[in-house]
T-cell receptor
């Protein structure tokens, strides 16, 4: 049990599909993150939620839509994606205000056809 | 904006030997945090070691230690007595303290170094 669980583990979708990635943390943390990991590139921070409010949005295209209904759950809604959006999407959590480390899930490997 | 550079795309070391992974960063801040994360084939990022910039003493965690050179903005990771289970991607990361001294800031990562352990 890693403490941060992501589903699905793999996802293949067409460019016209709508799908959602789910992240759940069981650590009692109050901050959650979405990262994108593409081949040959550094991990890119996409969204940050603290106390269920979005505090950062790094110029991510609107075809990615995050949702944080409570401090334990984080979603990433996907629609009309492009092939270049194919990547590993990692969720992480931390305890805001303590500078403690981020705990990561195992990611969702997304392929857009 | 902060940047993190890992100049070694791949490193190879013999089992039981010592290897050093390099990392440099660029920042104008005086207070920050540095991390090394390991990503095995399972894909989950696992924290290896953490260093607080205001601490001069290098962090150590069992076989893992860092050489933190603040003036040079260098943060290398040394793995002693390398084991087969150490094979993974290693990422260096930087984190600002945030406006509240601990805000929900994400990490800035380098591109990673692929570490191969030769049996």
């Amino acid at each position: 049990e890693t403490g941060v669980t992501q589903t699905p583990r793999h996802l293949v979708m067409g460019m016209t599909n709508k799908k959602s990635l789910k992240c759940e943390q069981h650590l009692g943390h109050n901050a959650m993150y979405w990262y994108k990991q593409s081949a040959k590139k550094p991990l890119e921070l996409m969204f940050v939620y603290s106390l269920e409010e979005r505090v950062e949005n790094n110029s991510v295209p609107s075809r990615f839509s995050p949702e944080c209904p409570n401090s334990s759950h984080l979603f990433l809604h996907l629609h009309t994606l492009q092939p270049e959006d194919s990547a590993l999407y990692l969720c992480a959590s931390s305890q805001d205000g303590t500078n403690e480390k981020l705990f990561f899930g195992s990611g969702t490997q997304l392929s857009v056809l | 904006a902060q940047t993190v550079t890992q100049s070694q795309p791949e490193m190879s070391v013999q089992e039981a030997e010592t290897v050093t992974l390099s990392c440099t960063y660029d920042t104008s801040e005086s207070d920050y945090y540095l991390f090394w994360y390991k990503q095995p084939p399972s894909r989950q990022m696992i924290l290896v070691i953490r260093q607080e910039a205001y601490k001069q003493q290098n962090a150590t965690e069992n076989r893992f230690s860092v050489n933190f050179q603040k003036a040079a903005k260098s943060f290398s990771l040394k793995i002693s007595d390398s084991q087969l289970g150490d094979a993974a991607m290693y990422f260096c990361a930087y984190r600002s303290p945030g406006p509240s001294g601990g805000g929900a800031d994400g990490l800035t990562f380098g591109k990673g170094t692929h570490l191969i352990i030769q049996p």
